[in-house]
């Protein structure tokens, strides 16, 4: 039999998974979820996951996390392209190549970030790519990490229009 203290955290972990906090909206829009604060600023964090319980037996199996986080600035909304890769424990290289539907690839140039294994998108490279998210259908990012291992991974962008128009509707209200 559980006990109430490990039933709670259970019930807790399950509740992160469905239910927003308090203090925060959460939409689902088919593979991206939509997380945004109620924050001065109004942040946005479109979100999508690949996940593989076979390399990564815990939790719901996330191996991979690719985010476009938004918030309201004097200058308007600041847009940022983020990405996790969580099996690597070396910071992916400087540059990495965006696949959007086996369309012409393109390079883009990753700054690093606070985490080991996140990186983004430079401002350029992100304006620059927002469009063709919302156009795309499959985006596929490869890369050498710092390890020396070549990342390769598909990511759904089924719903990114109506997530990223969410976030900028909650940001401008």
Sequence with gaps: MLKKSLLFIFIFIASYQANAFPGETRRYFKDWLVNCLNDSDNTCRSVTHVRDKKLFPYGDGTIFQFIVQQQSTEQGINTEIVFYHVLDDAYPAEKATFTIDDNQPFQVKLLPNESLNERK?????????????????????????????????????????????????YINK
Aim: glycine share 6%; no cysteine; net charge positive.
């Design 121 to 169: 998108l430079s401002l350029t490279d992100t304006k620059s790519m927002l469009n063709f998210l919302k156009k795309g259908r499959w985006l596929t990012i490869n890369y050498i990490s710092q390890s020396g291992k070549p990342v390769n991974v598909k990511i759904s962008l089924k719903g990114i229009t109506a997530a990223l128009l969410f976030a900028e509707e």
